[in-house]
């Protein structure tokens, strides 16, 4: 996982399957969405998947995409600045008691956190397959 940051996402992930390449690692693209890409690889004989998720919510109004544009959604509060700064700003009973309403509803957590969820669920597929 990676904040997207001023950073389009097709150039973080251009950027992550680079650096894979210049270690050695046989590299493709086997599946990718806006937000997420899931790697194909190959090193030493051993195959493997590596996913890159970007942080970020494109409708949240932020000067820097980050984790915390799903949180300050969540919350249904405008960004002053960055999410990060104003998440930061809350204070730690409002964050405590935020965190505490999401962990039982699972409908919201997916709606929040759409591309993080889609790469734990690749994760959980992947592990059924073995």
């Not at 996913?51 to 919350?75: A, C, F, S």
């Amino acid at each position: 996982m990676i904040d997207q940051e001023d950073t389009q996402p097709n150039m973080i992930f251009n950027e992550a399957m680079r650096r894979m390449e210049i270690v050695g690692i046989n590299v493709s693209v086997k599946e990718e969405t806006n937000k997420l890409r899931v790697h194909q690889c190959s090193l030493a004989g051993r195959k493997f998947e590596v996913l890159v998720v970007v942080n970020g919510l494109e409708d949240v109004d932020t000067e820097r995409h980050t984790i915390e544009d799903h949180l300050m959604k969540g919350l249904q509060m405008e960004t002053k600045g960055s999410s990060k700064d104003s998440w930061n700003s809350l204070s730690r009973d409002k964050k405590k008691d935020f965190l505490r309403r999401l962990k039982d509803r699972p409908e919201v957590i997916e709606k929040l956190f759409p591309q993080q969820i889609a790469a734990c669920k690749c994760l959980v597929s992947e592990s059924n397959s073995y």
